[in-house]
């Protein structure tokens, strides 16, 4: 099994896929494959692949919008058959930091005289992924 993602660094938001490649490379066929993902929630059942034929699963995952920066999101599947025992595949995606200010600011009053004085609330937020 070979698994592969199409983009290894992305920003929260983004949408990757994940592409898996079930391979029969004896001379006699595969019955009863059981693949699971639990990171992308797939768990399919095949009866039967040939010799020498395979089978080609994808799914895409959306980046969390909330993930830090510099975060390693890795996935890991599991294949077994009647005839083989277990294997895993991994592919992973690395999150990229996305550094981003908010500022706002308030006066009050709003409008003043001469010599009055006025009260500045100034506020910055981090809305990006750098903590």
Known sequence: MVKSVDRTVAL???TVSFTFEIRNKSNSPLT????????LGLDKTVEFI???FFIRL???FTIPADIRGETTIVNTALLSSAQTEPITA???VATTADPKLAISKAVVPSTAFPGE???FNITGINIGNVR
């Open 58 to 60: 994808s799914r895409t």
């Open 50 to 52: 040939p010799a020498g």
């Open 90 to 92: 991994t592919a992973e």
């Open 32 to 39: 009863d494959l059981h693949f699971v993902d639990d990171f």
């Open 12 to 14: 929260p938001g983004d």
């Open 117 to 119: 004085i006025v009260f």
